[in-house]
């Protein structure tokens, strides 16, 4: 896959992005400033560099200026993301040197297939962009009933990478930032699947599938639970055995979460109705 250099000084956006490039695969390089963005390239050029417009110490404009001078760099993709929305923005940021031009807020499940549109050609590795990489739904594999899924994960950009993922698909879709807010909503909803991170403050993913299992008028939601964690083996053991539908590792790719998903929920009906045609 690409080398992608990442220029954003605002650290939600900046951890958005590269989450997302990770999750398809992409290896990241980020810069929270104009000048290191434009040493971290002269230093290891990458196959496509991501700037936002607002920096400090060196502007986008002034960024594109400096690399599209360098004959070592000037070929490289230069892609703008900016929350520049004016009439003419755009032709102001592709005539300052920029290759190419997206909008804040980004699209999560547009993202990076945009910017594979402008590198595949100069990546071996990488396949030509085809619609594939869009979150659309899939006829037997999507459900698209309107399911409820509160999902619990004390990180705010997690939580909205979350909801933009799901709720397209036909998700009706509930966050909460810690265990106890999420076990209120739980109770509150009674939904049909749990999502949630391993790792938080106070009460982990952990203690969330023992409270949950331990409730009879509960214990029969699936959970799944996500992790960052690198005890990756002992960690999914140890949820399995409490009860966790799945133990899902990240990055992940969003589709391949949805996919995981409607299994889950597939496997939790015919647990509850068996196979029936009329359910």
Known sequence: MARILVIEDNPDNLELMTYLLKAFGHQTLTACDGEKGIQMAAESPPDLIVCDIHLPHADGYAVAKRLKRNPSLASIPLIAVTALAMVGDRERVLAGGFDGYLTKPIDPQAFVGQ???????????????????????????????????????????????????????????????????????????????????????????????????AEPALAAIPVVLLSSSCWGSRDRQAALSLGAARFIERPIEPQRLLDEIAACLQASDEDAYGDRPDR
């Open 115 to 213: 910017l594979e549109s402008h590198l595949w050609h100069s990546v071996p590795s990488l396949p030509p962009p085809s619609p594939a990489w869009q979150l659309s739904a899939q006829p037997g594999k999507l459900r698209q009933d309107g399911a409820r899924i509160v999902a619990v994960d004390d990180n705010p950009v997690n939580r909205e990478l979350l909801r933009q993922t799901l709720e397209p698909s036909g998700y009706q879709v509930w966050l909460a930032g810690e265990v106890v807010e999420g076990l209120v909503l739980i109770w509150q909803i009674r939904p049909d699947l749990i999502l949630s991170d391993q790792q938080m403050p106070s009460q982990d993913g952990f203690e969330l599938i023992r409270q949950v299992k």
